[in-house]
C-alpha cells in the first residue's frame, strides 16, 4: 500500500512534465507584463493564458497550472488557431508563481503566454472607437507602455502590442483605440516620427489589412 502511495506522485510528475507537452521556457518571463495602468496585481487571484495549442484541453490546463498551487477555476476559451483561458488560484502567491515559471513553456510545440488576469473586468469594447496603427515599436514596449504614451489625449481606450505567436516576442507594432476621431487625428499627427523607447514610432490610420 504504502509503496502504492509513493508511485503516485511520480506517475502524476511523469504526465505533467511529458516532454511532448511542456518543455523547458523559451523566453523570459515578463513580471510587469502587458498591464493597463493602475493595475494592482497584489489582490489578483487569476492569470490569463494566452496562444494556447488547439489540443490543449481544460483539464490538461488544469493539471499544468495546479503544479504552482490550488485551482479554484480554470476556463479554457476555444479558438480556430490558437485559444486562450483563465486560471482562478485560492491564493495569489501562486499565482504570481504560476507567471514566473509557466510563460514561455510550451504545450505541444506552442509557447504559452501567461500573465495577470484583468482583459475581462478593465479593458472596454473597442469595437465602435478608432483605431490607429502604430509601427517600429522596440522590443521592450509593451500594452501599458504603449497605452502610457497615447494616454496624453483623453480619450484613449486602448492599446495592444501585437506578438509572434511562435516566439512570443513583440511584432514591433500595435494599434491604439481612442473614443474621440480628433484625439486619434492629433495623436498621429503629434507623435508620428516621436521616440518611444529606443526607436522613433510610425503612426498612421488603421485598415483593414492590419487590424
Not at 476555444?78 to 488560484?89: H, P, Q
Not at 505541444?108 to 490607429?132: C, L, M
Request: hydrophobic fraction near 35%; proline fraction near 5%.
Amino acid at each position: 500500500m504504502q509503496q502504492q502511495r509513493l508511485k503516485q506522485p511520480a506517475m502524476m510528475q511523469q504526465s505533467l512534465y511529458h516532454p511532448g507537452l511542456l518543455a523547458a521556457p523559451q523566453i523570459e518571463p515578463i513580471l510587469s507584463g502587458n498591464l493597463p495602468p493602475g493595475f494592482d496585481s497584489s489582490t489578483c487571484r487569476s492569470v490569463y493564458v494566452g496562444n494556447i495549442h488547439p489540443q490543449v484541453t481544460e483539464p490538461l490546463l488544469q493539471e499544468v497550472f495546479s503544479s504552482n498551487g490550488p485551482i479554484e477555476g480554470c476556463k479554457l476559451i476555444r479558438k480556430e488557431k490558437s485559444s486562450y483561458g483563465f486560471v482562478d488560484f485560492f491564493d495569489r502567491r501562486c499565482a504570481a508563481l504560476a507567471i514566473v515559471t509557466l510563460n514561455g513553456r510550451h504545450l505541444f510545440g506552442q509557447p504559452i503566454k501567461v500573465n495577470w488576469a484583468y482583459a475581462s473586468s478593465q479593458r472596454e469594447d473597442t469595437s465602435g472607437h478608432f483605431n490607429i496603427f502604430v509601427g517600429d515599436l522596440s522590443p521592450e514596449v509593451t500594452d501599458a507602455t504603449l497605452f502610457a504614451c497615447f494616454s496624453v489625449y483623453s480619450s484613449c481606450s486602448d492599446a495592444r502590442v501585437m506578438w509572434d505567436q511562435k516566439t512570443g516576442r513583440s511584432r514591433g507594432f500595435g494599434f491604439v483605440s481612442f473614443r474621440n476621431q480628433q484625439d486619434a487625428q492629433s495623436a498621429i499627427n503629434d507623435l508620428n516620427g516621436k521616440w518611444l523607447g529606443s526607436r522613433q514610432i510610425r503612426c498612421n490610420w488603421a485598415t483593414k489589412g492590419n487590424l
